[in-house]
C-alpha cells in the first residue's frame, strides 16, 4: 500500500542548479498538490493539478514548474535553484469530491547552497 | 482573506495535563476545518475533520463559528503526542490553508 510516494528524499543543489522532485501516487487520485514547508510558515501551496492535463498556480509558485501527464505523477521542477528554495517538500493527493481525505508524501529535504 | 492563525509557536507540558491547542481562522463562507499531526521527520496524518465531530487518540475538536476557532483538546496528555500540530482550512477545491503550526513538547 505505497499511497504517496516522493523521491528523493533528501537532495543538495548548488545555487542555478535544476532538479526535479519526483511524486507518484496509485490511489487514482484526480487531485494532487505541491506544499513547501518552512519553519514558522506552516505549509505553503506550490502548484497543485485537478487531473491530467491540468495544473494551476497556488500562493509561491515561483521558480516551480510543474506538469500532469498522468493520472499517478505529478514532478515539481526547480527551473535554477536558488537558496530561498531551501525547504521541506511534499506532495499531496486526494479524490476530487469535496470532503475526502487529502494524503501526504513523507517529504523532501531540499539544501540549496 | 482566508487565514489561518496558530497563535502559539510551542506549548510544553506535563504528562497528563490537559491539552489545549489554539486555531482560529479566518474565511467567509463555511469552513471545513482539519487538525494535522506530522511526527518527527514524518509525513503529515489526518488527526480530525471538524465534519466528522469524532474523537481520535484521545483529542477532540469543535468548530465555534462565533468566535471562528477549532482548538485541539486532549484531557490528559502522553508522551507519544509529542509531535507537530497544525489547522488546516479547506479553501476551494481541496486546497488547505494551513497555520504555522504548534509544537506540542509533552514532558514525562
Known amino acids: 500500500n505505497a499511497g504517496v510516494t516522493q523521491t528523493p528524499k533528501f537532495q543538495v543543489l548548488k545555487t542555478g542548479q535544476s532538479m526535479t522532485l519526483q511524486c507518484a501516487q496509485d490511489m487514482n487520485h484526480e487531485y494532487m498538490s505541491w506544499y513547501r514547508q518552512d519553519p514558522g510558515m506552516g505549509l505553503r501551496l506550490i502548484h497543485y493539478?485537478?487531473?491530467?492535463?491540468?495544473?494551476d498556480q497556488g500562493e509561491v509558485p515561483n521558480g516551480y514548474n510543474v506538469s500532469r501527464s498522468t493520472t499517478e505523477d505529478f514532478p515539481l521542477r526547480l527551473l535554477s535553484a536558488a537558496p530561498s528554495q531551501t525547504s521541506v517538500y511534499f506532495c499531496a493527493s486526494s479524490y476530487s469530491n469535496s470532503g475526502n481525505t487529502i494524503y501526504f508524501g513523507e517529504g523532501s529535504w531540499l539544501t540549496v547552497v | 482573506a482566508q487565514r489561518v492563525t496558530q497563535p502559539e509557536k510551542l506549548l510544553s507540558v506535563f504528562k497528563g495535563a490537559p491539552v489545549e491547542l489554539k486555531c482560529n481562522y479566518s474565511y467567509s463562507g463555511s469552513p471545513e476545518l482539519f487538525w494535522y499531526v506530522q511526527y518527527s521527520r514524518q509525513r503529515l496524518q489526518l488527526l480530525l475533520r471538524?465534519?466528522s465531530r469524532e474523537s481520535i487518540k484521545g483529542f477532540t475538536a469543535d468548530l465555534n463559528k462565533g468566535e471562528t476557532s477549532f482548538h485541539l483538546k486532549k484531557p490528559f496528555a502522553q508522551e507519544e503526542d509529542s509531535a507537530m500540530y497544525y489547522c488546516a482550512l479547506k479553501s476551494g477545491y481541496n486546497k488547505l490553508i494551513f497555520g504555522a503550526g504548534t509544537r506540542l513538547a509533552v514532558h514525562p
Open positions: 493539478s485537478v487531473g491530467a492535463g491540468i495544473t
Open positions: 471538524h465534519i
